[in-house]
C-alpha cells in the first residue's frame, strides 16, 4: 500500500549544528503537511506544501517539497535546545474511497547543549 | 492551546474491560480524527468523522469503535481491551474533511492497561 517514509529515525546533534530529516513516499502527493511534537506534548502543524519544487522557511526552519512531489525535507540551520522534538512529515494516501493523512514515522531530534 | 480538548487525560484500566475516550473539537471544525500512539511508534490513523458522519477508516480494530454527535464531540470506544492496546490516543480537528486540512491534535488520552 501507499507508504510515507522517513529518515533518520534518531538524530542527535550538538547545539548550533544542523539538522535534517528527510521524508519519502511511494506515490506522487497532492500536499505534504509538517508537524512538531515536543517530548510529552501533542502533534502541533508546522507547515503544508503543495506546489512542486516549493520551499517555506520558517526562521531557521526551511521545508522544501521535491520536483516530483513524492519527498521532501525539514532543514533546521543552528538547532537550539528548543528544536527538542519528534518532526513528522504527513502526506495524503488513498483509504478505500477517502484519502487521509498517513504520518511518516517520525525523526525525533535531540539537541545537545 | 491548540483549543481541542480531550478527557480524560489518563486512564488505567485492566484487560477485558471496555473504555470511553472523548473528544471536543476546535471550535468551527467539522471533521475529527482518531489516532493512537505506541511507545515508539508514529501516529497511527484509526477513523475519522465529519459533521457526524464516518469519512475515513484507518487501521482501526474491531473491538474499536467510534461516533461523532450533533454538537461535533467525538467518542472512541475501546471494548475487550488488551494489553496491546495500552498508547497515547490523540485526537484531532481540522475546519473541512479534505485531505489538506492542518490538524488540530488534543493533549491526548494515556490509556495503560493492567
Known amino acids: 500500500g501507499q507508504q510515507v517514509m522517513q529518515i533518520p529515525q534518531y538524530q542527535h546533534v550538538q547545539e548550533g549544528e544542523d539538522f535534517t530529516t528527510y521524508c519519502n513516499s511511494s506515490?506522487?502527493?497532492?500536499?505534504i503537511q509538517w508537524y512538531k511534537q515536543r517530548p510529552g506534548g501533542h502533534p502541533v502543524f508546522l507547515i503544508q506544501?503543495?506546489?512542486?519544487?516549493e520551499v517555506k522557511k520558517q526562521k531557521r526552519l526551511t521545508f522544501q517539497f521535491g520536483e516530483a512531489k513524492k519527498n521532501s525535507s525539514l532543514h533546521i540551520t543552528a538547532t537550539q535546545t528548543t528544536d527538542v522534538g519528534t518532526y513528522f512529515c504527513a502526506g495524503p494516501t488513498a483509504r478505500g474511497s477517502a484519502r487521509q493523512l498517513t504520518f511518516g514515522s517520525g525523526t525525533q531530534l535531540t539537541v545537545l547543549p | 492551546d491548540s483549543g481541542v480538548t480531550q478527557t480524560p487525560k489518563h486512564l488505567i484500566t485492566a484487560t477485558g474491560q471496555r473504555v470511553t475516550l472523548r473528544c471536543s473539537p476546535r471550535?468551527?471544525?467539522?471533521?475529527v480524527y482518531w489516532y493512537q500512539q505506541s511507545l515508539d511508534q508514529g501516529l497511527q490513523f484509526l477513523i475519522q468523522?465529519?459533521?457526524?458522519?464516518?469519512?475515513a477508516k484507518g487501521n482501526i480494530l474491531e473491538r474499536f469503535s467510534a461516533q461523532q454527535f450533533p454538537d461535533l464531540h467525538s467518542e472512541l470506544n475501546l471494548s475487550s481491551l488488551e494489553l496491546g492496546d495500552s498508547a497515547l490516543y490523540f485526537c484531532?480537528?481540522?475546519?473541512?474533511?479534505?485531505?489538506?486540512?492542518?490538524?488540530?491534535f488534543g493533549d491526548g488520552t494515556r490509556l495503560s492497561i493492567l
Open positions: 484531532a480537528s481540522s475546519l473541512h474533511w479534505t485531505d489538506n486540512q492542518p490538524q488540530h
Open positions: 471550535s468551527g471544525d467539522l471533521s
Open positions: 506544501l503543495v506546489k512542486s519544487g
Open positions: 468523522y465529519y459533521n457526524g458522519e464516518e469519512r
Open positions: 506515490t506522487t502527493l497532492s500536499n
